[in-house]
């Protein structure tokens, strides 16, 4: 039986690798021997995330500063890393928004569709070529528990994570019988950067934050083993009543528990 390195290595690449279940997503894969290849903005923090793992786990780094909501920094990933095998492909980084949809910022909206969806379709597409070519490989997509059921108030936000789940979900379909394994992680509130400080006070809702490393070790441990991987038995409970419930039941209910949460000034 091949070893997760032989698997997956020799290289990684994990996008919002500086910062919540990506920067976790990295450790989990260093401690199994995987060289990391580390994308996201700051270029300051890219260089002293990579300097750690490098001397923490005696791996190799590369670093790649790219926006991917521009169609330049999705090009940069793939221009910088075309030298490297990647086996393994975490995409982590996403952006949210939340607030009465009409109220909220296009652009910033348009944002999220470009980080969530078109950088996750471009760079699954790209790199799963190269997979495929070489008979295995892994892709872990990060969708959310707003892509299996209405957010109200993250409508667009839900939509993007409830693409990357049929999206992932078709992917394993496809990509099984060609030796490339893929899994759809589907986290709940977890205590990140994102979640901090966006004007909703979680503590008013039912859910309670996990941390990034537990997150991170349940998509890890899933990659080869399950299609979809929800950390935390409340998640998991969550998302099989949201399966078996009206649409519209959800819709309703969960828009008042939310309009709790989310500032007034929002609403």
């Not at 496809?174 to 004007?199: A, F, H, I, R």
């Given at each position: ?38 994308v996201a903005r700051k270029l300051d923090e890219l260089e002293l995330k990579a300097a750690a793992l490098k001397t923490k786990y005696q791996i190799e780094t590369q670093i790649v500063s790219a926006d991917l909501s521009t169609e330049g920094g999705i090009d940069n990933v793939k221009t910088s890393t075309k030298e490297l095998t990647v086996g ?180």
């Open positions: 039986m091949k070893t997760f390195k032989e698997k997956y290595g020799p290289w990684a690449l994990v996008t919002g690798a500086t910062s919540g279940i990506g920067e976790a997503i990295t450790h989990e894969l260093a401690a199994k021997g995987i060289n990391v290849i580390l393994l492909l975490a995409l982590a980084a996403g952006l949210e928004v939340n607030g009465a949809f009409e109220k909220n910022d296009l652009e910033k909206e348009k944002k999220v569709i470009s980080i969530n969806i078109n950088a996750t379709l471009q760079l699954a597409h790209y790199f799963s070529k190269k997979m495929v070519q070489a008979g295995k490989g892994g892709i872990i997509l990060v969708a959310s528990l707003s892509g299996h059921m209405p957010n109200p108030y993250f409508a667009n936000y839900a939509g993007t994570k409830a693409y990357v789940l049929n999206f992932g979900a078709s992917l394993y379909g496809e990509l099984k019988p060609k030796g490339v394994d893929v899994t759809v992680l589907s986290p709940g509130l977890t205590n990140t950067p994102m979640t901090k400080d966006n004007g909703v006070d979680w503590s008013k809702t039912p859910m309670q934050a996990m941390p990034p490393q537990m997150v991170a070790q349940t998509a890890v441990n899933a990659l080869g083993k399950k299609l979809v991987a929800i950390p935390g038995l409340k998640n998991k409970i969550m998302a099989a009543m949201a399966k078996h419930s009206p649409l519209m039941m959800q819709a309703i209910m969960n828009e008042k528990m939310m309009k709790k949460a989310i500032s007034a000034n929002k609403l």
